[in-house]
């Protein structure tokens, strides 16, 4: 069963990188091109802005979750590392929990704000996109999170203290 | 009262900084009774990250990327040996202007500590120089890297304090050029203890103007950035635009050393660098607006000016917080938590935003290079293979000189505030 969700999870996150990918390369292409366009040629792009800092957003969230996955988010280390190694692991259970539990609670309130309906009628400045689609990145990107959270914890919880399960 | 014990409880334990931030402000609301502004999180939260201005972020990451892995370094110590090699003691003062020149493209001190030891290390230790030394001027140099424009965590703090980044690049220039000098006087005294070898050999001419084109031409690009984005012809996210299709077309085409293939690891190491930053950015702006509900900065600037109405105080308080916070953490990261909290106080006091930003990134890289963990140190102890015990020794007169550069910095406001005033950037 872990091993099981141990493949979605490192599927998941195969996947997340890949996009982070094309996130990161078409964000440059467009701002390297407005730039082009807008000195040498005067004639700026309309809708680079818009696409742009959207595509951003997406880029920083699903970033996060692949930071998550990786276990590359930046903490304080050396408290837990001059604990033993029970209470130190004992501790790191219930951090867990807390972020698990922090991140579900965002969860829960932005799939309300997404499905509101008010939210649902509002579009985008320039290219009219309902609004939505793109607000829908942070609950789905906080179900990853929370995803890679709970396999991460298990992994750590079952392995044996020493030899990590990798 | 709750929230600051629960807040610094998880922080030591480790809970990662950036859902500590959300964690903290959920137990905030709740422990303020303001649960009604929990279905206003999520707005909050993608409104800090939906902003035009973070763009410059992975931008300028691009830039350092391509220039890091176009194998720049090499070509700029070259150009700093013919500058300053000759003297005696040459290397030392050659590792301190390249990395002067070389902060100004990578603007962030561990990477830049990482990439001069590996090559900047070895070469002063072939020549006869102590390792420890080496290292310490390496470290050092690296120290620069925040304060010289265009610096990676001054465009971070113009964002989350709404300062003009123009503003913030030319503020750190003249603190700057005052601890580089002050590094380079301690070299020239040092060399009374550590008997320094000889400066290189002069070269043949033909060979040292190739040498000085080949330094010059990667130079431009934080010339470009700068230029541009003092003039005001272009935003930073613009010029830094500008600046990472000229180290593409220099690193692809002339110099060839990089192909598609780098090209795929460099836009992944961009992205998940900038969702690092921007992340954190995102979740300290909502604890910042949530602890501005209960009017939070305020409660704090009234407390401490009871201790003291003094703003030179409080900018020495700041300084010792973040040096101890930054002893255990990134440097942006501290700048990230510390400055939604503490410059709503600064302002309070009087203090200009502008030099409160130098001050901060100054302080950073004190705590980066201060045992028992400063994260510079460790880099540098790694790549260029030496102990923690003699390293620190060999640092000690650099933190030294730093630490006397940040207090004149803060009794003196005019070092940060005077250029961009003259400039008319803020």
């Known amino acids: ?166 | 009262m709750m929230t600051i014990i629960v807040f610094l409880a998880a922080l030591l334990l480790g809970m990662p900084i950036v859902f500590l931030l959300a964690f903290a402000s959920i137990v905030f609301l709740l422990q303020t009774d303001n649960q009604i502004l929990f279905s206003t999180i999520p707005l909050q939260l993608f409104k800090s990250v939906d902003k035009n201005g973070l763009l410059a972020i992975p931008m300028f990451m691009l830039v350092g990327e391509l220039m890091n892995c176009g194998g720049l370094t090499n070509r700029m110590i070259n150009l700093a040996d013919i500058l300053v090699g000759r003297f005696r003691g040459g290397l030392a003062y050659v590792n301190l202007l390249t990395n002067t020149l070389a902060s100004a493209i990578l603007g962030s001190a561990t990477a830049q500590i990482a990439v001069m030891s590996r090559t900047m290390v070895p070469a002063m230790v072939e020549r006869k120089y102590k390792l420890a030394f080496s290292t310490a001027v390496t470290v050092a140099g690296g120290m620069l890297g925040p304060v010289i424009p265009p610096s990676m965590i001054m465009i971070i703090y113009g964002i989350v304090s709404y300062q003009s980044v123009a503003a913030m690049f030319i503020a750190g220039i003249l603190p700057g050029v005052l601890i580089a000098g002050c590094f380079a006087l301690i070299i020239f005294l040092l060399g009374f203890v550590y008997d320094y070898p000889g400066g290189t050999k002069k070269e043949n001419r033909p060979e040292l103007w190739r040498t000085l084109a080949a330094g010059l031409l990667p130079a431009m690009i934080p010339m470009v950035i700068i230029i541009g984005v003092v003039s005001g012809v272009m935003t930073p996210t613009e010029s830094g635009a500008i600046a990472a299709f000229l180290a593409l077309v220099m690193c692809g085409f002339v110099y060839r050393n990089i192909g598609l293939k780098d090209i795929g690891t460099i836009l992944r190491s961009v992205a998940v660098n900038s969702a690092l930053v921007i992340s954190l950015i995102g979740m300290a702006t909502l604890f910042g607006w949530v602890l501005a509900f209960e009017s939070v900065p305020d409660i704090l600037a009234e407390s401490l000016q009871d201790i003291s109405t003094s703003p030179i105080v409080f900018l020495l308080l700041t300084s010792l917080i973040i040096i101890l916070l930054g002893t255990m953490l990134d440097g942006i990261g501290v700048m990230i938590v510390i400055v939604p909290i503490l410059l709503p106080v600064a302002e309070n006091f009087g203090v200009d935003p502008v030099h409160f930003g130098v001050i901060i990134a100054i302080s950073t890289i004190i705590g980066l290079v201060t045992p028992p963990v400063g994260p510079g140190l460790y880099i540098a102890m790694e790549a260029a293979g030496v102990k923690m015990s003699p390293l620190f020794y060999a640092m000690l007169p650099f933190l030294g000189g730093l630490l006397l550069c940040l207090l004149i910095i803060i009794l003196f406001p005019q070092l940060s505030v005077w250029l961009p005033t003259y400039f008319d950037l803020k």
Request: charged residues 15%.
């Open chain 1, 1 to 166: 069963m872990l091993s099981l969700l141990i493949k979605i999870d490192q599927a998941i996150a195969r996947a997340e990188s890949w996009m982070l990918v094309l996130f990161a390369a078409f964000i440059s292409i467009i701002l390297i091109s407005q730039v082009v366009l807008r000195y040498l040629f005067s004639n700026p792009l309309f809708w680079a802005e818009e696409i742009s800092t959207t595509l951003l957003v997406f880029m920083t969230f699903i970033g996060l979750s692949l930071l998550v996955h990786d276990r590359r988010l930046i903490n304080l280390m050396f408290v837990l590392d001059s604990l033993p190694a029970t209470v130190a692991r004992v501790i790191n259970i219930i951090l867990d929990i807390l972020v698990i539990l922090t991140l579900s609670c965002l969860f829960y309130y932005s799939l309300v704000w997404v499905s509101n309906p008010i939210t649902q009628t509002e579009t985008s400045a320039t290219l009219k996109v309902p609004l939505w689609y793109i607000y829908a990145v942070l609950p789905g990107t906080l179900l990853l999170m929370i995803f890679h959270y709970i396999v991460a914890s298990l992994k750590s919880v079952f392995s044996k203290p020493r030899e990590k399960s990798e």
